[in-house]
Structures are given as structure tokens and as C-alpha cells.
């Protein structure tokens, strides 16, 4: 089950399960998350998508991203792919920020259409291991570097995390 996303209406309520590329070929509605790590300074936690990625490869996105498993809670599933994906325990705190609904459309015709759940969480000393089956590259970078960067750079950053920036941007500037 872990290729399979969970379908769902816009209040969240789930409606099925499709198979995680179809899904996307047909821009069907599903779960995700989208995660903050921040460190003391205030930076968050970016990284470059690795090559071998179906779309968006060697973008940069948040600190990490995915679909929960069928049967898996949102907080399961986000600490299962930061252990996946950035080598970390399991025991980070997450607390979810805000949801919304976006979609996206890829030049290979792949659609995100996800109700997305926001996590944020803090890390210290973090030594920046990674799993490059996943991930290319991180860096640290302050928000609003990132926000100039994007500004000057859009083509180096995937579509969702633009969108997910500028929701997070407007959420906690409330």
C-alpha cells in the first residue's frame, strides 16, 4: 500500500485510495503534508530534490514532503519520511500549523491537487546526513532570503513550495 495515496474531499474526509502515479496523472484530490523544520536561528531547513525524481527533480522544496500511507496518521507519516529522507529520529515534535488546498500542474502532465497538512517543527545540531536516493543537497536559509531568492529564481523551485511558502507567509503573519 505504501504507492497508493488517500483520496479525499475538501473537508478531509476520505472518499478512497488510488495508486500514487495515477493519482496524479489525473489530478485527483488526496492527502499530503508539507514540513518546517526551523533551527534556533529561525532558518529553515531547505533541500534539492534528488535527479532520479519523477518530476521536479534537483528543485528545491521544504524540508520534506509526502502522502501519508493508508491507515498511517499525518504524524506518522511525517516522521517516517524525515527518518526516510533527512536520517532522523523519529521523536522530532511536529505540530500541524494550517491546511489548505492547492494544485499544480508539471511540464511531464503530472497534477498535485492535494489537501496539504503544514507541519512545523525545530531541530538543533543537525549534521545535515540525507538519504541521496531522495535528496541531492540542503542548506539552511532564512525566510526572507528565501522569499528574495524564489522572487529572483522561480524556475530553481518546485511549484508546491511556492504555493506552500506564500500559505505559510500569509498563515503566521496573522
Known sequence: MGDHVILVNPEDQVIGQMEKIEAHEKGVLHRAFSIFLFNPEGETL???????????????TNTCCSHPRV?????????RRLTE????????MLNESFS????????????EHELDHVLIGEIENYNLSFNKDEINSVKWVSLGDLSTDIEKSPEEYTEWFKIILREYLNNISK
Open 71 to 79: 491507515g498511517e496518521t499525518i504524524q506518522e507519516a511525517a516522521k
Open 46 to 60: 531547505i533541500q534539492q530534490r534528488a535527479g532520479s525524481k519523477y518530476h521536479s527533480p534537483l528543485l528545491w
Open 100 to 111: 489548505f488546498i492547492y494544485k499544480a500542474k508539471f511540464s511531464n502532465n503530472l497534477i
Open 85 to 92: 529522507e533527512l536520517c532522523l529520529p523519529k521523536g522530532i
